[in-house]
C-alpha cells in the first residue's frame, strides 16, 4: 500500500492491511514471518511542517528464528503500536553539520511522492524485535567444549579456566640464577 503525499493534503488516511508471510522480506536478517502481519491504523500529513508524515497504529506478527544460544528455532510474537514521522529527504541538510534535538533522533526520511507502508512496517518490526533472540531466558545454550545443547543434553564437559595472558610464559626457562 502506498501511502501518498497528494493524498493526504485532501484528507487523512486510514489502513487495515494484512501481509501474508513471504510477501515483506526478512530472510536477509536471518527472520523468517511465522504468520500474517496485521496492521491497522493512519497517516496524516502534519499542519504547517513543510511535507512531514505522521503514520501511526498497532500491527501483529509472529516472527521465527534461531535462538542466538542454542541455535534451535524460536518465534517471537510482536504486539505493539506505532507512532512514527517522515520528513522528505529533501529538507535533510546534506553537508553542513547541524544540532539536532532529541525530538528529531526520531523522525525517519522519505523519498519521492509518498511511503510504502511495507517498507515502514519493516522498518518497525527490525527495530521492536529484541537485540539478543533467545528461544527461552533460561537458555543454556551451546556446550563450547562438545557442541551439545546443553539444553536437551546435560554433556557434563568442564571447562577449564585459562588465563591466556601468561601462556607465552609457561615455556619461559630461566637459566643461571
Do not use: H
Request: charged share 30%; glycine share 6%; aromatic share 6%.
Amino acid at each position: 500500500m502506498f501511502i501518498s503525499v497528494q493524498e493526504l493534503e485532501v484528507k487523512r488516511v486510514r489502513f487495515e492491511v494484512t501481509f501474508p508471510p513471504g510477501e515483506i522480506q526478512f530472510a536477509d536478517v536471518g527472520l523468517a514471518q511465522a504468520t500474517p502481519l496485521e496492521a491497522k491504523g493512519s497517516a496524516e500529513l502534519l499542519a504547517n511542517t513543510l511535507g512531514e508524515i505522521r503514520i501511526q497504529g498497532r500491527l501483529k506478527v509472529t516472527l521465527r528464528a534461531e535462538c542466538d544460544r542454542c541455535l534451535e528455532p524460536a518465534e517471537y510474537p510482536l504486539d505493539s503500536s506505532f507512532d512514527l514521522f517522515y520528513r522528505p529527504a529533501a529538507r535533510a541538510a546534506r553537508e553542513e553539520e547541524v544540532e539536532i534535538d532529541a525530538g528529531e533522533t526520531e523522525i525517519a526520511f522519505y523519498e519521492g511522492d509518498g511511503i510504502e507502508l511495507k517498507e515502514v512496517l519493516r522498518e518497525f518490526v527490525l527495530l521492536a524485535m529484541p537485540m539478543q533472540r533467545i528461544c527461552r531466558d533460561d537458555c543454556r545454550g551451546i556446550c563450547p567444549v562438545c557442541g551439545q545443547n546443553r539444553n536437551l543434553v546435560a554433556c557434563g564437559c568442564e571447562l577449564k579456566a585459562v588465563d591466556d595472558r601468561w601462556a607465552a610464559l609457561k615455556n619461559l626457562q630461566v637459566k643461571g640464577l
